[in-house]
């Protein structure tokens, strides 16, 4: 499987940004997909995520900023960012696997990833 991201960029705070991924190869082994983030010196930590049957996760102090949706015809997901934050600055990478909801949760690996895509928000 592999995962393209796009969509990144600078903006200023207060904006929003739109992430695509798109998926190709073995998609049929792909449940799920999410977006997660690492910032410098940070640990890296799901942002979003998203399964085929439309189930989703957000990171609870994103929830209502963040908006993960996905097109299982376009084997394609998308996060839209809203009232970005400085701290919001990462970079941003796709992720997908045969996992559930529940088994990101429990802190689950997804077994496929994207090369990132940097999104700054300056102040």
């Known amino acids: 499987v592999q995962l393209v991201e796009s969509g990144g960029g600078l903006v200023q705070a207060g904006g929003s940004l739109r992430l695509s991924c798109a998926a190709s190869?073995?998609?049929?082994?792909?449940?799920?997909m999410g977006w997660y983030r690492q910032a410098p010196g940070k640990e890296r930590e799901l942002v979003a995520a998203?399964?085929?049957?439309?189930?989703?996760y957000y990171e609870d102090s994103l929830k209502g900023r963040f908006t993960i949706s996905s097109d299982n015809a376009k084997n394609t997901a998308h996060l839209q960012m809203n009232s970005l934050k400085p701290e919001d600055t990462a970079m941003y990478y796709c992720?997908?696997?045969?996992?559930?909801?529940?088994?990101?949760?429990?802190?689950?690996?997804?077994?496929?990833w994207g090369k990132g895509t940097l999104v700054t928000v300056s102040s």
């Open positions: 992720a997908a696997g045969p996992v559930t909801i529940a088994q990101l949760r429990a802190n689950y690996e997804m077994a496929y």
């Open positions: 190869g073995s998609i049929f082994s792909i449940n799920a």
């Open positions: 998203i399964s085929r049957g439309g189930r989703t």
